[in-house]
């Protein structure tokens, strides 16, 4: 049939995705005139179970939002309400806090590179088949990730939703030679996580870039993860050549993000100044990308990055798998470094006392900034949640990649494509942004209309 024909896609089994959506494309006369991606899982009431619990309660409910990235909605939660209260954690506990945050980046992107991701790159259909043909490459993701989650594990007393995590620190800490396995596990993961850049670095990508504002934790001195404050990037650089970056103060979020419902989505959408916008770790590296750990800046420049030093910037979302390789190759590191120089906090824990209050916060999920809000009366009743998770804010920037993409191939030489090839390439776009849509069923519907 031809491009200009109608016609509708399915695919009811897409394992490469976390969670359930379906896309809709509308070709009219050779231009994609609308591009869709319909998340309709029902509404999960995470902020509603929040009001009325205690201000103690937000780190393990909000925990279950997610089974990959638990403690980026733990920290976030905590980081809230701790401001909400007037309380300060002890620099021992932040670091510890730190180096968990980082075995999840490490367990997270390590997922997404070997298992989700790669197999794009190579042909595959899984990472079942990739295995077959480069088992030592997914052996070595495997083993990365196993190091994420023994962090986890240490510190947050299991792999999946930790229970060691509580308002102003832990329920217990290490001691530094419950630590030493850890170091010697890490210790070769680096290895592997500056090998993974090397491998990855050689898949071929498309040319192609995001040309929307990026947004990001921004902390002077370190490659913000839990600590800092929004900035953004914008879309296009200034007279000087250089692209102006300026900060959102988190208490003023809300003001610039704006969630607004849509009627093919039970995610909100979000927009920045009324524009779509991209966050995670292409966000991540052009605004931070100058403090990543030493060894992890070397592998970016080794890879082809750039220097982000000098300003270099990748937009290009296929390229966002050599980003998350730097990042874990950075998170490893930094892992060790915290672990090399760890000696026990003199409490595990700062008393957090409520008070009325309102508190917000903001951290770098793997898979972008995640925002929290919470209001809470005089005996720490909380009155009020808000959380914006990044997945949401990142709907409409992948809708508009989407378009693009299609629009660009719908435009290029050769024969119109077919069914089968636009598939793989909206599936390929849509796993680009790792969106987290939720992780109780995998599978994407593709509608196209061509008129």
Request: one cysteine or more.
């Amino acid at each position: 049939m031809s491009h200009r024909g109608s016609r509708v896609l399915r695919l009811d089994a897409l394992a490469r995705v976390e969670g359930e959506a379906a896309l809709h494309l509308a070709v009219r006369d050779g231009t994609v005139t609308e591009a869709q991606l319909r998340i309709y899982e029902p509404p999960r009431f995470f902020e509603a179970f929040l009001v009325g619990r205690g201000h103690g309660e937000p780190p393990d409910i909000t925990s279950r939002i997610c089974g990959i990235c638990p403690v980026a909605y733990q920290t976030t939660a905590c980081q809230a309400i701790e401001r909400a209260c007037g309380v300060t954690v002890d620099v021992p506990l932040t670091e510890l806090r730190r180096l968990l945050y980082y075995g999840e980046w490490i367990e997270s992107q390590s997922l997404h590179i070997h298992l989700l991701h790669a197999p794009d790159f190579l042909g595959h259909p899984s990472a079942v088949e990739l295995a077959r043909e480069h088992p030592a490459a997914v052996e070595r993701g495997l083993r990365i990730k196993q190091a994420g989650n023994t962090i986890m594990e240490q510190l947050g007393g299991r792999a999946i939703h930790p229970i060691n995590v509580r308002v102003g620190g832990f329920y217990h800490v290490p001691t530094p030679a419950e630590l030493v396995p850890l170091a010697e596990r890490l210790r070769r993961a680096h290895d592997d996580a500056l090998e993974t850049v090397r491998w990855v670095a050689g898949f071929d990508f498309p040319d192609v870039a995001y040309d929307g504002p990026l947004l990001a934790m921004r902390d002077p001195g370190r490659y913000a993860i839990d600590s800092g404050t929004p900035a953004v990037m914008a879309a296009v650089a200034g007279s000087d050549g250089a692209t102006p970056v300026r900060t959102l103060p988190v208490e003023e979020f809300e003001r610039h993000v704006v969630e607004h419902q849509v009627p093919h989505s039970t995610a909100l959408v979000s927009q920045l100044d009324g524009d779509h916008y991209l966050t995670g770790c292409l966000a991540r590296y052009a605004i931070s990308g100058r403090w990543l750990h030493p060894s992890a800046l070397d592998a970016a420049r080794a890879a082809g990055l750039g220097d982000p030093a000098t300003g270099a910037v990748c937009r290009n979302p296929f390229r966002s798998i050599i980003v998350r390789a730097v990042e874990v190759a950075h998170a490893v590191a930094e892992a060790l470094r915290i672990i090399d120089a760890y000696e026990p906090p003199s409490r595990s824990y700062v008393a957090v006392p409520p008070r009325p209050a309102t508190g917000c916060a903001a951290t770098e999920a793997p898979r972008g900034l995640l925002y929290h809000r919470y209001a809470m009366d005089a005996d720490g009743t909380l009155t009020l949640a808000r959380i914006v998770p990044p997945t949401a804010q990142n709907q409409a920037a992948i809708e508009d990649d989407l378009r693009r993409q299609v629009q660009s191939r719908l435009d290029g030489p050769g024969e119109p494509p077919g069914d089968e090839e636009l598939t793989a390439l909206c599936e390929r776009a849509v796993r680009n942004h790792d969106p987290c849509i939720s992780c109780s069923a995998h599978f994407l519907d593709l509608t196209v209309e061509h008129g």
